[in-house]
């Protein structure tokens, strides 16, 4: 299975940018879907933002668009999450995950591998 490892999060003020790296273990990670999930606490996880394999398709949810942009260097197994104007409500651990297939999905059983997270905070 591959191990993906999320990095970048971080204590900011409401209004900086962070950005999230996640970096996974196999070259077949050009093959599959990503995605960024986030969970607060008392909340459930939920996805942020995904991407196919390719980069030609991607997904933010309503609060994330304008605000968040994913992307994606399959030559380095890396898949990115810039955030920008970030405010309170986006603190929350953040996970990275692969897709099933080449697409992504907004259902979490459609994910079969999960990073450990990283905390993201952002002071008001």
């Known amino acids: 299975q591959v191990q993906l490892v999320e990095s970048g999060g971080g204590l900011v003020q409401a209004g900086g940018s962070l950005r999230l790296s996640c970096a996974a273990s196999?070259?077949?990670?050009?093959?599959?879907?990503m995605g960024w999930f986030r969970q607060a606490p008392g909340k459930e996880r939920e996805l942020v933002a995904a991407?196919?394999?390719?980069?030609?398709?991607?997904y933010y949810t309503d609060s994330a668009k304008g605000r968040f942009f994913i992307s994606r260097d399959n030559a380095k197994n890396t898949v990115y999450l810039q955030m920008n104007t970030l405010k309170p409500e986006d603190t929350a651990v953040y996970y990275c995950a692969r897709s099933r297939s080449f697409n992504w999905s907004r259902y979490q059983s459609d994910y079969d591998s999960w990073g450990q997270g990283t905390q993201v905070t952002v002071s008001s």
């Open positions: 196999e070259r077949t990670f050009s093959s599959y879907g």
């Open positions: 991407v196919s394999w390719s980069a030609g398709s991607t």
